[in-house]
């Protein structure tokens, strides 16, 4: 399977404790996205990363959320410290290189879907 | 924030009728894609239309964008119960760096 893949598909917690969510993107697309979607809303951005450098974080993401993509490869996506709000779907795209004025289609993990107790 | 709001919230029709979602946005933008969600499933890319075309189909789609309005619409004809799924508008634009910003979703369920 050449998709997109995430890991693990669910994961519950309980309040306090850390997460770390692992995306591992088509192997030729260098950019790779989070998004996170709540029930019944759209995927919200969180990060973006273009090969091993995080060009954008969004408001959302808290300092106790950290994204990692070490080699251009893989991606983590680490929550620290977990709260009830923090349940949520976790999604990881990627895309091909594209232009500065165009991005192009994205291709969706099947996310990590996430329960804090 | 969203960008994108999809219209109808939620729609219900019969296999075999076609569908129509509207999406709205607030601000310019390079294109616009379309994406398809079943329940508990990552999003499926279904169609880009950039900003200098005003329709585009693909098999059963038809997706129309009217940059004056800010608006699009998706169709799908002669739906089937496997259309069923969430639908979702998400617009790229330069200041947003290269990311897409999705609306909230349709929910169609085609009844067979």
């Known amino acids: 399977d050449t998709g997109v893949s995430q890991n693990p598909r669910h994961k519950i917690t309980k309040r306090g404790q850390n997460v770390t969510f692992r995306c591992d993107p088509i192997s030729e697309h260098n950019r790779l996205y989070w998004y996170r979607q709540t029930l019944g809303q759209g995927p919200e951005f969180l990060t973006y990363f273009q090969n091993e450098a995080q060009l954008e974080k969004s408001r959302l993401l808290s300092d106790r959320f950290s994204a990692e993509r070490p080699k251009g490869s893989f991606s983590t996506l680490e929550i620290q410290r977990t709260e009830q709000g923090d349940s949520a779907m976790y999604l990881c795209?990627?895309?091909?290189?594209?232009?500065?004025?165009?991005?192009?289609?994205?291709?969706f993990g099947e996310g990590s879907r996430l329960t804090v107790l | 924030s969203q960008q994108g709001e999809e219209d109808p919230q939620a729609l219900s029709i019969q296999e075999g009728e076609n569908a129509t979602m509207n999406c709205s946005y607030k601000t310019s933008i390079n294109n616009l894609q379309w994406y398809r969600q079943n329940s508990g499933r990552g999003l499926v890319h279904l169609i880009l239309i950039r900003s200098n075309e005003r329709e585009k189909h693909s098999g059963r789609l038809r997706v129309t964008l009217d940059t004056s309005k800010k608006s699009s619409s998706l169709l799908i004809t002669a739906s089937r119960a496997a259309d069923t799924a969430s639908y979702f508008c998400?617009?790229?634009?330069?200041?947003?760096?290269?990311?897409?910003?999705f609306g909230a979703g349709t929910i169609l369920r085609v009844k067979s």
């Open positions: 795209a990627s895309s091909k290189p594209g232009t500065v004025l165009n991005t192009g289609e994205l291709f």
């Open positions: 998400a617009t790229g634009r330069m200041e947003y760096g290269n990311k897409l910003v």
